[in-house]
Structures are given as structure tokens and as C-alpha cells.
């Protein structure tokens, strides 16, 4: 018996591993079976050629790249985002953040500080149609050139080329463009996550495989169909096409709880309550269940006389106990005459679940069309700048899906024209919450000759920033009606803070060849010399900003400029969720010299940490910060 016990206990904690594992890489299981090509390519440790067989019987989606694109997501962030003042409303109090860069470098800058954060992704990339954008990849080049690309080249003359159908690689383009961005959108989404991302006939069925691959099969949710035209086009040569998709994916299905959608008068109507039973409105169930059940076929005499079978090839839903017990307590009916085959009583104060089951199709009268997304953009900016911007009644009801709570993250990296930002303020408003956005734009510019050039927008985020800024007035004018649900103490955030990708504010020390001494002797030169790491022309609020990303803090983390430091200008840091941060304060100097005073006034305690230029603290002061606490140099 212990023998069995033990292996019983094994077996256990051999499954909770393989579980453990496949909370982290998903992307490794198939059939429920650890594929072994699969993990040596996620660890970097395959020895197989790219494109080569894998092992027999496995099913999944290869194309050549796949595992540079893997590996893209892996790498470490080279740049930076630095904060553009003037651009954003409420700068000093808002939660909501709009980021200007390519998103990928991006996503690899927000994984340390929103990593498990963020409560819902939604995401409208490019569909891969033949007409539009692939982002240039190439790591290789420094962060500065990709600031470079808000127009068709940079100076090294990489192109955010258009992905002609006539390209041999045209699907393998955009699988290397998405795979990755994927990946690290995973790693930002909490526990009970979920992500959207919507795509038409061109690339929806490599991108539900690429899901499964990335999320895990077993974490898909729906493929959602979005009605987004109100009527065919005559012109169309074989089918008027109608919808689009839009994929949907938990990060963990278990921990995953769907945001059901309020019951209508319509469903309420099918509700009615002929026998005045106290319990309340009612509707009838059919009894009679296609599965076959011996114990549950027999005949049932009405009130009326009459005996009644299982339709042919069914039987009843209950055994003959089950039954009678349900008669007993009048939850079985058979019609006013009582004459009709028996159904079950089903009352509305006793359904399972609050609300409605939401359905796989987005109908465009709930939800609205593309049109409809047309307009609100035209109507707002005074002009139709985007042919295909998402309705906010469509964003809102993914957003219902998604069952967000009142303070939860949502972010999209391919924002366009914002309407992710322009429903999450509108939904604050209708329900008092303070929900936060993150945008992430590469800044496309904008073409000469277009409407959005001639009405002064220079690029895409330009339009974005002020389609935010415009419909946040509107929102807070219409919230004025409800006085009653904000406040000074519960503002209803409509601001923006704007940051811009960069290149770091620290420096990069290349190891040199050992054959070159002189530039050695001037490495060892500078290093002994004690300077500061910062490349020249560095400010304090950009520095301070990398700071607080490296240390894991949100961007709109709370700093403090605190006046009890007469000697030196100390920042206080705290962050807005204390998850990722275990509760952590930050006091941040970037004084050349830090003086005896601030030294004694600093009383950090196990859960606070002093940061400080490494050259500005002498070893004295250095250990006695130590032993008050924490402190970390750069």
C-alpha cells in the first residue's frame, strides 16, 4: 500500500510539473503531449535544420522563420520611452497612456513592469490584404533608426515595404510580424486574461492555428463573427462579403469567466407565469432528450387522461422519480388544458447565471458597422481620415465579454485611430469606473496628398491623440449629467499621458578585441575614472523614466518631488498596483553628489529603495544607506 502511495504521490507531482510547464509555454504541448522539437525551440537547443520534419504525428503550424520569430520575442529591450510633455490632457493625474514606436520594441519594454497585468488585449493589426504595412524587424539596427520610420525608409534604407500578394513570402511576412507580438502579449495578460484580435478571409486561418500555438489550443474561446456591412455590394464578382473575425483567447480558460450581456425585454418576454405559481415567471422546457436512457422511457398519463410516449428515438430528460418529484412541486406543465406533452418549468429567478449568454455572431444592430466606426471618427475629427476604424458599440461589447473589473488595464498596440481609448473612456462614464488604457502606435506618416495631411496631421498618432483628446471633452460633458457618481475625490479620467520610444539614457559599453589596446586603455580609462553612465545631453525625467520601467513600475506610477531635501532633488515612486512591485517605494536621486544631509533624513525601511549615480555616493554614505535598508546604484 505505500508502494501505491507513492507512486499515487508521483504521479501528482509529475502532472502539477507538466501543468507548470504548460502555464509558461503552451506553445510546447500537443494532444496534451510535451513536443519535444517544440521545447528544444522555444529553449533555443534545436539541433534541426529550419524547416526540417518534426516529430512524427505532430500537428502544428511551421513556416520558414518561425524560429528567429520566436526567438525576437525573447530578446531584451535596447530602447527606452521617454515622456513628451504638452501632448497629453491631466498629464499630473491620469492613468492612461498612448506610446508612440514600433510595437514590438515596445511590448519588450512594458513586459518587466505590465507583465500579468493587463485584464484585456485587443488588437486590429494588419490583415495582410496586399496593400498594407510589414514592420521591419531587424534588431540589428540601433532604436534611433526605428525613431526614423515614421515615413516609407530610414537612412539605412529598410522600408516599411507593402507585402505585394505576388511575394513568395507573402504569408511568411506577416507570420513573423505577429508571431512574436503575440508572445509577448501573452506574457502581459493576467491570470484571468483574454485577448481579441480581429482579421478577415486573408489570414484568419494561419492566424487561429498561430493562437493555438501561442495560447493553447484548449484556451480558445470563440471565433467571434462581426457583421460589419449592413448591405451587399452588387459590384462584388463572386460573394458579398459581410463579416469579419475576431479571434478570442483566455490566457488560462480555467480562471476565465465570460461577461455575460444584460437580459433584453425581448428574452424577458418569452417569460410568462399562466398558473400564478409564487415562484414567478416561468417558461417551458422540452422535456424529451435525443441521448437514449432505458430508466427514463416511459409513458406519462396527463391531468387529462391522456398517456403520452418519448417522441420516437428520445426520451425523457428525468427518470420516472425524478419526475414524479418534479410534478409534486408543480414545476411540470402541461398546458392550460392540461392535455399538452409535459415541460419543464424554468424560472427566471432560478437561472444559473446573471444575464445572457452572449453568441458567436456580432450582429451590426447591437454592436454597429463599419460605417458606423467611419462616422464617429469623421463626425469627432471633422473628417474621415480612416476607412475602417472599429464602432465603440463593438469595442464596448467586446469589452462586456471580457468581463473587466472597474480598474482594469486594457491595452492595444496597433491602436490607429484610438477606438479602444475612445470606448474605455465612454464605459468609465456609463458605469463610474476607472478603468486604464495602454496605445501603442508606430508613428506611419501620414501621405502628402491625403485628407489627414491636409488637415495638419502629420502621422497616425497625431490623428489618434486628438481623436482621445476631442472625444474625452465630449464624454466629460455628457458625464456632467450624472453629478452624482463623480467627484473631485472620483474624477472621471479622460486624460493622457503621451511617451515616445527612444534609444537608453545609459551607456553601452562594447567589449573590444583584446588586439586592440587603445581602445581597451580608453574603456578601462573611463571606467576608472569613475563617470557617470549616462550618455551625454541626459534629463533627469527621462532618465527617471527608465528607472521606473527597469524597476517594474507601471507608467503611471505616482512620483513625488519631495521638499523635506533641501541638498538634493529626491524623487518618491510609488506604484498604482503593488503586485508586480511587492509594495516596493523608490527614491530616486540623480544629483552628481549626494549630500551628509539628505544621507540622515533618508530612513528607508526593508520595503524602500534609495537610487542614486553610483560616482555621486561615497562608500561611507554607501554603507550606511545599506544598513537602513536598500539602495541600488547606476
Known amino acids: 500500500m505505500s508502494n501505491r502511495n507513492s507512486f499515487i504521490e508521483s504521479t501528482k507531482e509529475t502532472d502539477e510539473r507538466l501543468e507548470a510547464l504548460k502555464q509558461l509555454y503552451p506553445e510546447i504541448f500537443s494532444d496534451g503531449k510535451i513536443n519535444l522539437d517544440a521545447f528544444k525551440d522555444v529553449t533555443g537547443t534545436s539541433d534541426l535544420p529550419e524547416g526540417q520534419d518534426r516529430t512524427p504525428g505532430y500537428y502544428g503550424l511551421y513556416w520558414p522563420g518561425k524560429r528567429a520569430a520566436k526567438q525576437l520575442a525573447r530578446k531584451e529591450a535596447e530602447g527606452t520611452l521617454e515622456p513628451v510633455f504638452?501632448?497629453?490632457?491631466?498629464?499630473?493625474?491620469?492613468?492612461?497612456?498612448?506610446?508612440?514606436?514600433?510595437?514590438?520594441?515596445?511590448?519588450?519594454?512594458?513586459?518587466?513592469?505590465?507583465?500579468?497585468?493587463?485584464?484585456?488585449?485587443?488588437?486590429?493589426?494588419?490583415?495582410?490584404?496586399?496593400?498594407?504595412?510589414?514592420?521591419?524587424?531587424?534588431?540589428?539596427?540601433?532604436?534611433?533608426?526605428?525613431?526614423?520610420?515614421?515615413?516609407?525608409?530610414?537612412?539605412?534604407?529598410?522600408?516599411?515595404?507593402?507585402?505585394?500578394?505576388?511575394?513568395?513570402?507573402?504569408?511568411?511576412?506577416?507570420?513573423?510580424?505577429?508571431?512574436?507580438?503575440?508572445?509577448?502579449?501573452?506574457?502581459?495578460?493576467?491570470?484571468?486574461?483574454?485577448?481579441?484580435?480581429?482579421?478577415?478571409?486573408?489570414?484568419?486561418?494561419?492566424?487561429?492555428?498561430?493562437?493555438?500555438?501561442?495560447?493553447?489550443?484548449?484556451?480558445?474561446?470563440?471565433?467571434?463573427?462581426?457583421?460589419?456591412?449592413?448591405?451587399?455590394?452588387?459590384?462584388?464578382?463572386?460573394?458579398?462579403?459581410?463579416?469579419?473575425?475576431?479571434?478570442?483567447?483566455?490566457?488560462?480558460?480555467?480562471?476565465?469567466?465570460?461577461?455575460?450581456?444584460?437580459?433584453?425585454?425581448?428574452?424577458?418576454?418569452?417569460?410568462?407565469?399562466?398558473?400564478?405559481?409564487?415562484?414567478?415567471?416561468?417558461?417551458?422546457?422540452?422535456?424529451?432528450?435525443?441521448?437514449?436512457?432505458?430508466?427514463?422511457?416511459?409513458?406519462?398519463?396527463?391531468?387529462?387522461?391522456?398517456?403520452v410516449e418519448p417522441p420516437a428515438g428520445r426520451c425523457w430528460s428525468l427518470s420516472a422519480k425524478a419526475f414524479a418529484e418534479r410534478l409534486q412541486d408543480n414545476r411540470i406543465w402541461f398546458g392550460a388544458d392540461g392535455n399538452s406533452v409535459p415541460c419543464i418549468k424554468r424560472f427566471l429567478?432560478?437561472?444559473?447565471?446573471?444575464?445572457?449568454?452572449?453568441?458567436?455572431?456580432?450582429?451590426?444592430?447591437e454592436v454597429g458597422h463599419s460605417q458606423e466606426g467611419a462616422q464617429e471618427v469623421a463626425k469627432i475629427l471633422d473628417g474621415g481620415f480612416f476607412s475602417g476604424p472599429k464602432p465603440i458599440r463593438l469595442m464596448r461589447r467586446l469589452m462586456t465579454l471580457a468581463n473587466l473589473e472597474k480598474d482594469s488595464i486594457i491595452v492595444d498596440f496597433f491602436s490607429g485611430s484610438a477606438s479602444t481609448a475612445h470606448a474605455v473612456m465612454d464605459l468609465n462614464k456609463d458605469d463610474n469606473s476607472n478603468r486604464k488604457f495602454v496605445m501603442v502606435q508606430l508613428p506611419h506618416k501620414c501621405e502628402e496628398n491625403s485628407e489627414a495631411a491636409k488637415a495638419g496631421y502629420s502621422n497616425i498618432c497625431e490623428i489618434g491623440k486628438e481623436r482621445i483628446r476631442r472625444a474625452g471633452a465630449k464624454i466629460l460633458e455628457e458625464a456632467k449629467v450624472n453629478k452624482d457618481m463623480f467627484s473631485e475625490d472620483n474624477p472621471l479620467d479622460v486624460g493622457f499621458k503621451v511617451y515616445r520610444m527612444t534609444t537608453s539614457n545609459f551607456k553601452k559599453y562594447i567589449p573590444v578585441s583584446g588586439q586592440d589596446k587603445e581602445a581597451e586603455n580608453s574603456l578601462f580609462k573611463e571606467l576608472e575614472g569613475n563617470l557617470v553612465p549616462l550618455v551625454e545631453g541626459w534629463k533627469s525625467e527621462n532618465v527617471l523614466t527608465e528607472i521606473i520601467l527597469k524597476q517594474g513600475f507601471a507608467l503611471d506610477c505616482t512620483k513625488e518631488k519631495l521638499d523635506s531635501f533641501k541638498k538634493n532633488t529626491v524623487y518618491k515612486i510609488t506604484d498604482s498596483q503593488d503586485a508586480v512591485c511587492k509594495k516596493i517605494t523608490l527614491y530616486v536621486c540623480l544629483d552628481t553628489a549626494i549630500e551628509k544631509e539628505t544621507i540622515d533624513i533618508l530612513k528607508l525601511n526593508d520595503d524602500e529603495k534609495f537610487i542614486c549615480l553610483d560616482a555621486a555616493i561615497d562608500d561611507s554614505a554607501y554603507a550606511r544607506l545599506a544598513d537602513k535598508g536598500r539602495i541600488e546604484t547606476i
Open 349 to 365: 429567478t432560478e437561472l444559473k447565471y446573471d444575464g445572457m449568454a452572449p453568441t458567436s455572431i456580432l450582429f451590426y444592430k
Open 86 to 307: 504638452g501632448d497629453g490632457v491631466n498629464e499630473d493625474t491620469t492613468h492612461n497612456i498612448y506610446i508612440e514606436g514600433d510595437n514590438l520594441e515596445v511590448l519588450r519594454i512594458l513586459k518587466q513592469s505590465y507583465k500579468g497585468r493587463v485584464k484585456m488585449i485587443y488588437i486590429d493589426p494588419p490583415y495582410n490584404t496586399g496593400n498594407d504595412f510589414i514592420y521591419p524587424d531587424d534588431f540589428k539596427m540601433p532604436v534611433e533608426e526605428y525613431l526614423k520610420i515614421t515615413g516609407q525608409t530610414d537612412e539605412s534604407g529598410k522600408k516599411l515595404v507593402t507585402n505585394m500578394k505576388s511575394n513568395g513570402a507573402f504569408h511568411t511576412n506577416w507570420l513573423n510580424m505577429i508571431y512574436p507580438r503575440l508572445q509577448l502579449a501573452r506574457e502581459l495578460l493576467t491570470e484571468d486574461g483574454v485577448i481579441f484580435i480581429s482579421i478577415d478571409d486573408n489570414e484568419q486561418t494561419n492566424l487561429k492555428l498561430l493562437c493555438d500555438d501561442v495560447f493553447g489550443e484548449e484556451n480558445f474561446i470563440a471565433d467571434l463573427i462581426w457583421e460589419r456591412a449592413y448591405s451587399p455590394k452588387n459590384d462584388a464578382k463572386f460573394i458579398s462579403n459581410s463579416h469579419d473575425y475576431v479571434l478570442m483567447y483566455a490566457k488560462h480558460i480555467e480562471n476565465f469567466v465570460i461577461g455575460r450581456l444584460p437580459r433584453t425585454e425581448e428574452a424577458n418576454a418569452r417569460y410568462s407565469n399562466p398558473d400564478n405559481d409564487p415562484r414567478g415567471i416561468w417558461k417551458p422546457s422540452d422535456m424529451s432528450v435525443k441521448t437514449y436512457t432505458p430508466e427514463c422511457d416511459y409513458p406519462i398519463t396527463t391531468p387529462s387522461g391522456r398517456v
